[in-house]
């Protein structure tokens, strides 16, 4: 049975001699993984396909439970991002973090398109790399169902005004009135936090003016990773200093 679907390579592992192993993340089918047979030799159609953050329309053919991926028409290489290792490092930290959260047979569209706008401003953008890296964060915890809670106390529940603190471990900002040692948060980055996964992905370059996203991008931090467990020795990038 083939099977026609969009993607975007997450993760292209050798698998034999001539095979490669093949993660990639679809926007119907979640997390794939597909044998592409004969792309290690260089006259392979599928050279191409298999190159992490490739994005096309791939052809799949389904044998029992495994995928073999047939053939490609790409769409996005992104191939620019290999040029520039500190580009090259968002764009695994940001692929890495949908690979760890993807499940297999489940609706990743959401995911899907914030990871090739975000790519795509990885490769060309000139905003500073951990603006782009914050803002990709700042949407994909909302869409695992990690949304922070930015408008009300996470400790008493009241609505509350100014900054207070950040609890990255209970997910929201806490008032003044309650006691906690979180850090503190101005109340430009808790508007940041707030808004970042109601404003559009491509809107990122609005923050450049706004200093307090390089707070943000360091409060949200915790918040990703305590969610989230990447592989051992896998590169993630500091967030932004003062
Ligand atoms: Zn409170």
Not at 144 to 153: I, K, S, V
Not at 217 to 236: D, G, Q, T
């Amino acid at each position: 049975m083939h099977i026609i679907t969009q993607g975007v390579v997450l993760r292209s592992a050798q698998y034999s001699e001539n095979d490669r192993m093949v993660t990639l993340l679809t926007p119907d089918r979640g997390l794939v993984e597909a044998i592409a047979r004969g792309s290690r030799r260089p006259k392979s159609p599928l050279v191409a396909a298999v190159e992490p953050f490739c994005a096309g329309e791939y052809t799949l053919f389904a044998q029992g439970s495994r995928l073999s991926m047939q053939q490609c028409r790409v769409m996005e290489n992104f191939y620019h991002l290999r040029f520039d290792v500190d580009r090259l490092t968002a764009a695994v930290y940001v692929s890495s973090l949908c690979e760890a959260s993807a499940q297999p047979e489940e609706d990743c569209r959401s995911m899907f398109a914030l990871l090739l706008k975000t790519l795509a401003y990885l490769e060309n953008s000139d905003l500073p790399l951990p603006l782009l890296i914050s803002a990709f964060e700042m949407r994909l915890m909302p869409i695992l169902g990690y949304l922070p809670r930015m408008e009300a106390c996470v400790l008493c529940g009241r609505p509350f005004q100014g900054g207070g603190r950040f609890d990255a471990r209970l997910g929201g900002a806490v008032c003044p009135d309650c006691p906690s040692t979180a850090p503190e948060m101005t109340l430009e980055a808790r508007r940041i936090i707030y808004k970042a996964p109601r404003t559009d992905y491509t809107r990122v370059d609005l923050l450049e003016d706004k200093p307090a996203w390089r707070e943000a991008a360091r409060l949200y931090r915790p918040f990703v990773s305590e969610r989230i467990e990447l592989p051992e020795k896998r590169i993630i990038p500091s967030p932004p200093e003062d």
